[in-house]
């Protein structure tokens, strides 16, 4: 699970914004219908709450591609979930192959937002979007896994392996945001948080490095 994750739509109290209607033009879109993105949207972000934590769809694309792309989600033994700032919560489907182009990943996010589902040629959803916004709480309660496992920088010390050997059958929740750390509300769902590095990483590496680990687990289980 990526929680809190930097992707949403231009909110409305910046929709008017020149930087914010300069590049919904370029895309040939409604403010609205375009991502709040800060390297369009920097200086008109200024005055949103939480700025530091929004804005950068491009967390979601990397984290994605880095989960996607693990035998673990190939082979059926994954599944992938995004809760958004704006506490919307995408469903991934088992089969879905992520566009690497971030522009094509752009378009296929801003068409869950307007439609609520990303669907193939051939009809079968890839990605769904709940309509009513829903809580994180919620998702979890409906999952129910084992346990629910934060990964942060301000966690229990621990290693990637310790963390994917100790905890199989598990929601690991990393964070989809550049800065700061998770709400007083997620940190709540947490059964344990561990920090794996005693440094601060990027969401997409701490992906890469849990998910090798439980693939590992898996193997020798
Ligand atoms: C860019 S960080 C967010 C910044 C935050 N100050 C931090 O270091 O956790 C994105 C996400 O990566 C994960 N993360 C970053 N460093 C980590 C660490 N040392 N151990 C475990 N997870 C980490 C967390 O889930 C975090 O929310």
Do not use: W
Request: hydrophobic share 40%; with cysteine.
């Amino acid at each position: 699970m990526i929680a809190e994750a930097a992707l949403e739509c231009v909110p409305e109290e910046i929709a008017g914004q020149p930087a914010v209607t300069g590049h919904a033009r370029k895309l040939g879109r409604k403010p609205a219908e375009t991502l709040l993105d800060r390297s369009y949207h920097h200086a008109a972000m200024k005055r949103l709450p939480d700025a530091h934590k929004r804005g950068r769809p491009d967390i979601v694309h990397f984290s994605l591609m880095e989960a996607l792309s693990t035998p673990l989600f190939t082979q059926g033994h994954l599944k992938v979930y995004v809760h958004t700032y704006g506490d919307r919560i995408i469903t991934v489907a088992d089969n879905l192959r992520l566009p690497k182009s971030y522009f094509r990943f752009e378009g296929l996010m801003q068409s869950l937002f307007r439609d609520g589902a990303v669907k193939s040629d051939e009809g079968t959803v890839l990605m769904e979007m709940e309509k009513e916004k829903g809580t994180l709480a919620d998702l979890i309660s409906e999952v129910a896994p084992g346990k629910v496992v934060g990964l942060s920088s301000a966690g229990v010390e621990s290693t990637a392996e310790q963390v994917a050997r100790k905890n199989a059958d598990s929601m690991f929740i990393v964070g989809g945001f550049p800065k700061g750390h998770f709400s007083d509300a997620t940190k709540t769902l947490f059964n344990c948080t561990y920090s794996i590095e005693s440094t601060g990483l990027e969401a997409h590496v701490v992906i890469a490095r849990v998910l090798y680990e439980c693939e590992k687990a898996r193997r020798a289980a």
